[in-house]
């Protein structure tokens, strides 16, 4: 077995874990993780509380599976929103004429110029207070540049294929083409960006509300417990920061290898 093929399988194992464990988190949680008990606050870990509670009494170990769901459904749906817009825009540029295709990419790159959590934090001040919805919104329609560029480069390769040149001659609409002749051509060669693209949601989402600019603590996700680690480190309650900043990390390495995974298994297809 390779080594590569041996790291995919053990970080697919790690993700699912903590996949199933968020989703059937009330089956192992001990503690109701919305309930602020404020006679336990900043306790360490013990046999009562295993990873210990936060700033608020909340049990920790409660916490971290139950808001797992908040940041993984984050992730998602922003990035359903950017893959969309990215499949959207990107067969439109590799379909158009010379001179769209290179105003269209022009304003791409103009975009990717700027750092996406600075358009974040700008279209997050129009829509007002942060909410899950609001979150991924702006996650997703900052994010699409660098897929839809990909998508671009292989539709460019597709567009005078004869499969699609018939459909066009045929009358075949814009979405037609794309759905039943160029998705199925190009999905495999960007699922490693999406898949990607789905930890840097995550992790976007957790640098906002260590900033302060995410998610209010009462919406318990992994991103609003790392704001709480900010009093952590001035309080010394290491097990706040560390503990969930080791799920973090441990998802998105994960989640990174898995793209990377499918990044090599296309290239490799391709040389076939």
Known sequence: MKSTDFGFRIALCLLGIIILGCLFANFIIPYDPTYM?????????????????????????SVIWYGGRISLIIGLFATFISTVIAVVYGTASGLVSQRLDDIMMRFTEILMSVPQILLVLFLQAIMGEASVISISIVIGITGWMAVAKMVRSEVKQLRNAGFVMAARSMGGGFFYILWNHLMPNFMSAIMFMIVTNVGGSIALEATLSFLGLGLPTDIISWGSLMSLSQRAMLTGCWWMLLIPGIFLVVTLICITDIGEHLRTRNRRDRLV
């Open 37 to 61: 008990n404020l006679g336990e606050i900043n306790q360490p870990p013990s046999e009562n509380h295993i990873f210990g509670t936060d700033t608020l009494g909340r049990d920790l170990f």
